[in-house]
């Protein structure tokens, strides 16, 4: 062995002696006093990255209430001058969405009851969603106009103005539309999905107990029941026809009576205005100035408040994809 072997090999041994030794009670502390240390430097790494969480999270709390203060008011815009008032239809219609019919009842009567709106334009941009939301718009519009009989309402088409959408717009006095719009989907739809081979082939047992024969309808974890079909056939067609019956009260003899319109198909604007589903094109500029002779126009659409904004309304969105994931379906207008 080499005398620089023979020196490693010393170095070694001391090193491991020094670590195997027992420790000085001096030692000891010397090591729990970094520990310490090192725990203390870590906490308040913490509770300085807490901090600043909260500083920007309160300096952007700051910023939107000083550069958007209006959307902290529930009130209603204020306008001393003539104007064409808008409410924004956009995004699915659903009872905790931008566009449920709370949210939207709220915009239109405030913009029927302002005193110098000229005119109301309800601006479309929505695929559909529930009838019971669309429903109760349309009746609101039906009972605000029989209340402002001066007081017209339009109901402007832009991307997209289908089933449950089209089913409010039919509430307006005149419907406009772009040439590229698509309109129309006067149909009724319960989706979901069926898991029972799927079930079968893992080996799965699906145990449900109920009272009621039919209680356990529509379970996508059971074969379907003929008779249980046909009966919720009947449910999605009676929907239906209620919104036959408003698209037509609504329309009037201006709609093409043909059953093709009612078959859940949709056209493009130019199209929906030979079929009378619509009563021209234009965009809601063109309406607020060459129909109802006003250039100014004042948005009544309800705010998000903030919360809203922050959260994203996560719970009902996790919900949703829940009763998607298991094939719960609703009925929609869609």
């Given at each position: 062995?080499?005398?620089?072997?023979?020196?490693?090999?010393?170095?070694?041994?001391?090193?491991?002696?020094?670590?195997?030794?027992?420790?000085?009670?001096?030692?000891?502390?010397?090591?729990?006093?970094?520990?310490?240390?090192?725990?203390?430097?870590?906490?308040?790494?913490?509770?300085?990255?807490?901090?600043?969480?909260?500083?920007?999270?309160?300096?952007?709390?700051?910023?939107?209430?000083?550069?958007?203060?209006?959307?902290?008011?529930?009130?209603?815009?204020?306008?001393?001058?003539?104007?064409?008032?808008?409410?924004?239809?956009?995004?699915?219609?659903?009872?905790?969405?931008?566009?449920?019919?709370?949210?939207?009842?709220?915009?239109?009567?405030?913009?029927?009851?302002?005193?110098?709106?000229?005119?109301?334009?309800?601006?479309?941009?929505?695929?559909?969603?529930?009838?019971?939301?669309?429903?109760?718009?349309?009746?609101?519009?039906?009972?605000?106009?029989?209340?402002?009989?001066?007081?017209?309402?339009?109901?402007?088409?832009?991307?997209?103005?289908?089933?449950?959408?089209?089913?409010?717009?039919?509430?307006?006095?005149?419907?406009?539309?772009?040439?590229?719009?698509?309109?129309?989907?006067?149909?009724?739809?319960?989706?979901?999905?069926?898991?029972?081979?799927?079930?079968?082939?893992?080996?799965?047992?699906?145990?449900?107990?109920?009272?009621?024969?039919?209680?356990?309808?529509?379970?996508?974890?059971?074969?379907?029941?003929?008779?249980?079909?046909?009966?919720?056939?009947?449910?999605?067609?009676?929907?239906?026809?209620?919104?036959?019956?408003?698209?037509?009260?609504?329309?009037?003899?201006?709609?093409?009576?043909?059953?093709?319109?009612?078959?859940?198909?949709?056209?493009?604007?130019?199209?929906?205005?030979?079929?009378?589903?619509?009563?021209?094109?234009?965009?809601?500029?063109?309406?607020?100035?060459?129909?109802?002779?006003?250039?100014?126009?004042?948005?009544?659409?309800?705010?998000?408040?903030?919360?809203?904004?922050?959260?994203?309304r996560l719970g009902v969105s996790m919900a949703d994809r829940v009763m998607a994931t298991l094939?719960?379906?609703?009925?929609?207008?869609?």
């Amino acid at each position: 062995m080499s005398e620089d072997d023979s020196k490693t090999n010393e170095y070694q041994q001391n090193d491991r002696n020094r670590f195997n030794r027992p420790r000085t009670s001096k030692e000891w502390k010397l090591i729990e006093k970094m520990v310490m240390s090192s725990q203390d430097e870590q906490r308040k790494a913490r509770r300085w990255g807490i901090f600043f969480k909260f500083l920007m999270f309160g300096y952007l709390f700051v910023a939107l209430m000083v550069f958007n203060p209006g959307m902290w008011s529930g009130d209603a815009p204020s306008e001393s001058s003539p104007h064409v008032a808008l409410v924004d239809l956009s995004g699915p219609i659903m009872a905790d969405s931008e566009a449920s019919a709370d949210r939207l009842v709220k915009g239109i009567r405030d913009a029927f009851e302002a005193e110098n709106s000229r005119g109301v334009i309800i601006r479309v941009n929505s695929p559909g969603g529930s009838p019971v939301q669309s429903g109760l718009v349309y009746r609101e519009v039906q009972r605000l106009r029989h209340e402002y009989p001066d007081k017209k309402v339009y109901a402007v088409i832009t991307d997209i103005g289908a089933s449950g959408a089209y089913y409010i717009a039919a509430s307006a006095d005149e419907i406009y539309a772009d040439p590229a719009s698509l309109v129309g989907s006067i149909g009724v739809i319960s989706d979901g999905f069926g898991f029972v081979e799927a079930i079968d082939k893992l080996g799965v047992e699906r145990r449900v107990f109920n009272a009621g024969a039919n209680k356990a309808m529509l379970d996508p974890f059971q074969p379907v029941d003929e008779e249980q079909k046909a009966f919720f056939s009947t449910i999605l067609g009676d929907v239906h026809n209620q919104f036959i019956d408003a698209v037509k009260a609504g329309r009037g003899d201006r709609i093409k009576d043909d059953d093709i319109v009612f078959s859940g198909l949709f056209w493009s604007g130019r199209q929906a205005l030979d079929l009378g589903l619509v009563d021209g094109l234009a965009s809601p500029g063109q309406v607020a100035r060459e129909v109802i002779g006003e250039e100014k126009i004042v948005n009544y659409t309800p705010r998000v408040s903030p919360l809203e904004a922050l959260t994203g309304r996560l719970g009902v969105s996790m919900a949703d994809r829940v009763m998607a994931t298991l094939g719960i379906g609703t009925i929609q207008l869609k």
